[in-house]
């Protein structure tokens, strides 16, 4: 079965930095879109980075220059490097896996398959 788990998260000082890793298994993870989340307590869940199995990545004007998403799909693992951490960045932060097999990742808003989380805690 499908199965996703995160890693990395901590508690930071406003300005660090911190990579989240995420490492898939039971499912053919080069077919797969795969994304990072985050949601914040009493906050809805955001999208906050996208790749594909080419390595396109697809950030919300949000984001942009502020985390750079990698996959490997040979170790089937997804990174998240996110930078300049601010309070208001303290969230859970979850992968999360789609089928794509039209290679249409940059558009898809729905994902079947979810990780159990990392929190993320910056101060």
């Known amino acids: 079965h499908v199965q996703l788990v995160e890693s990395g998260g901590g508690s930071v000082q406003a300005g660090g930095s911190l990579r989240l890793s995420c490492v898939g298994s039971g499912f053919e993870y080069g077919g797969y879109c795969m994304a990072w989340f985050r949601q914040a307590p009493a906050k809805d869940r955001e999208k906050i980075a996208v790749?594909?199995?080419?390595?396109?990545?697809f950030y919300p004007d949000s984001m942009k220059g502020r985390l750079v998403v990698s996959r490997d799909n040979v170790k089937k693992m997804m990174y998240v490097r996110l930078n300049n951490l601010m309070p208001e960045d303290t969230a859970m932060y979850y992968c999360?896996?789609?089928?794509?097999?039209?290679?249409?990742?940059?558009?898809?808003?729905?994902?079947?398959?979810w990780g159990p989380g990392t929190q993320v805690t910056v101060s």
């Open positions: 999360a896996a789609e089928p794509d097999p039209f290679s249409r990742c940059g558009l898809t808003t729905e994902f079947a398959y």
């Open positions: 790749i594909s199995h080419d390595l396109s990545a």
